[in-house]
């Protein structure tokens, strides 16, 4: 189950796809990143526990007086490489065989392979995952459905998406490799085995390493992301500014130093995207402590709400300015069967969605489902004549204005919080906790497709009701003994359609996040926990 070897410990069954990925030469690289910088990512996650104190405490975020100068100045980033001036669709999805096959052909422009919010870390999922980018890269994958007897294979057709990677964020750690008796960043841990792996490949194709970079709270973190892309590319003599990243802006801190960030990853940037259900998740989490941030239903939550389209405003008028692509949100929605009058309604709202992205300055923008490209392509399209929008640089915002608009949550209405959409909260938060259990993190639920950022607003929306006493639209108030009410009543509807073995162990872990007093940053480290758990089980029976 595990192997040790000068300060490094794989804990992890050990066979021939762990002795693929984890050569010796890569378990070096992988190694000297940690100890590199693995100590810089422990102080800036006690960075972002202080400033959340702060925060309790009052001092909201603002923009930095420490750097004036930076916002101010008219510096740019490096142009990103031509293979990537046009990425108007992009889909996403878990590095999956089949769905990473799928999403290179399915017309988007760039496929996002997700290691993080739509992918569980188990050991499998890592390990097969690296091997698919591999395989993908080098344009043989193919896969048949196991016990299929029709002879079908899926293959690569001849112009697929442009392949980017998204890392876990830099709040979680790979429990399957500890370095010096600790458990390596799972950020570096995703980058560096893909690195080591693919930049030669992707070199030979005269195309490079992309990646996104997700749930970042300072401009210090995307500092710490442009040392690991510096020294990597000394490390395997890479011209310096090779590597291309998107950054996700999904946390509010982060909203605060856009420039900031770009001007860190100024030779490594390929721009910013609207990480819109992490964002939403992030006002809550941040201002947890108080009222005025309350929030109504999840699908009550617009682009419309002032802190929402002074976020999206921000960060087109900052791309455009330093040159770079300004991403625009994910659309959730999957195909509804059998009922044409729904289907035909949620791709309406999409096509909307889109047009507003397009309209608004973004240069491209995220599906979930390969039936929602046409839909964001056709305004794409029909708007955007050239690759990009980035020679479109909206007039210079009120900057006075928008440090008031990215905090201001509307009041609340009478009817913005209503029993079925707490009902919903529960069993999207359920359902998609079990599924991550059993190492699905990408889950089609109530037609949409459901991931980490999803299930962590419903959880977190439940726990400021309860938090702040909300109150239903019929006047009902929503405080622990209602909650546990609604709970046991959808648990056991679940209950009756569910096959699953570990349905008890998820509503345990969703009861716990929901009752604690005080507010869990993420859900996924202790759905986490529990999969490494079973895993040491399994692995010491085989021993």
Not at 194 to 220: D, G, Q, T, V
Not at 276 to 285: A, G, H, L, P
Not at 407 to 427: C, F, H, K
Not at 494 to 520: A, C, E, G, M
Request: charged share 20%; hydrophobic share 40%.
């Amino acid at each position: 189950m595990s192997q040790s070897r000068s300060g490094v410990e794989i804990r992890g069954v050990i066979d021939k796809s762990v002795n693929y990925i984890l050569s010796v030469e890569c378990l070096s690289y992988i190694v000297e990143l940690e100890r590199r910088f693995g100590l810089v990512n422990r102080n800036l996650l006690q960075k972002r526990q202080e400033r959340q104190l702060e925060i309790n405490s009052g001092k909201f975020p603002q923009f930095l007086q420490s750097t004036v100068q930076v916002r101010q100045g008219n510096w740019k980033c490096l142009p990103v490489p031509a293979e990537i001036q046009d990425r108007r669709v992009e889909i996403t999805g878990p590095p999956d065989r089949k769905m990473v096959i799928n999403a290179l052909n399915s017309g988007a422009k760039v496929f996002m392979a997700d290691f993080e919010d739509a992918n569980c870390p188990n050991w499998q999922n890592s390990i097969q995952g690296q091997i698919n980018m591999i395989d993908a890269n080098k344009r043989t994958i193919s896969y048949q459905v196991p016990g299929d007897t029709t002879g079908k294979v899926y293959k690569l057709q001849s112009e697929p998406a442009v392949l980017f990677v998204r890392p876990r964020g830099w709040h979680l750690f790979e429990e399957h490799i500890y370095v010096d008796g600790r458990a390596m960043s799972a950020s570096l841990f995703d980058f560096g085995v893909y690195l080591f792996h693919n930049h030669r490949i992707l070199k030979e194709r005269n195309s490079a390493p992309y990646f996104y970079l997700p749930k970042m709270e300072s401009h210090l973190e995307a500092r710490l992301w442009n040392d690991v892309f510096v020294f990597s590319q000394q490390y395997f003599k890479m011209p310096h500014g090779t590597i291309k990243a998107t950054v996700l802006i999904e946390t509010i801190l982060a909203s605060f130093e856009m420039d900031e960030i770009l001007f860190e990853l100024r030779d490594h940037s390929a721009g910013l995207n609207c990480g819109r259900w992490d964002y939403i998740f992030s006002m809550i989490k941040k201002f947890q402590q108080f009222p005025k941030f309350v929030l109504p239903d999840r699908a009550k939550v617009t682009m419309t709400s002032p802190f929402m389209e002074s976020y999206v405003k921000l960060l087109i008028y900052t791309c455009h300015r330093r040159g770079v692509h300004a991403m625009g949100g994910m659309a959730a929605q999957i195909p509804i069967k059998g009922n044409k009058q729904a289907n035909d309604a949620a791709f309406e709202k999409v096509r909307l969605d889109k047009l507003r992205e397009v309209k608004a300055g973004h240069d491209g923008t995220w599906v979930a489902h390969p039936a929602l490209i046409p839909v964001a392509m056709g305004e794409f399209n029909q708007h955007m004549k050239t690759a990009n929008q980035i020679h479109l640089i909206p007039p210079t915002p009120n900057l006075v204005a928008i440090e008031k608009q990215l905090l201001t949550v509307p009041e609340l209405q009478a009817g913005d919080i209503t029993e079925e959409g707490m009902r919903s909260n529960i069993v999207v938060g359920i359902e998609y906790l079990d599924s991550w259990l059993n190492g699905l993190g990408c889950v089609p639920i109530h037609n949409l497709m459901e991931d980490a950022a999803t299930a962590e607003i419903s959880r977190s929306q439940l726990w400021q009701w309860i938090r702040h006493k909300a109150k239903l639209s019929n006047g009902e108030l929503i405080d622990l003994s209602f909650f546990k009410k609604v709970l046991n009543q959808e648990v056991e509807k679940l209950k009756t359609t569910s096959k699953s073995k570990t349905l008890d162990q998820s509503i345990s872990i969703f009861h716990d996040l929901i009752v604690s007093p005080q507010f869990i940053d993420f859900l996924t480290p202790m759905a986490y926990h529990c999969i490494i758990q079973r895993e040491q089980l399994a692995g010491s029976s085989k021993l």
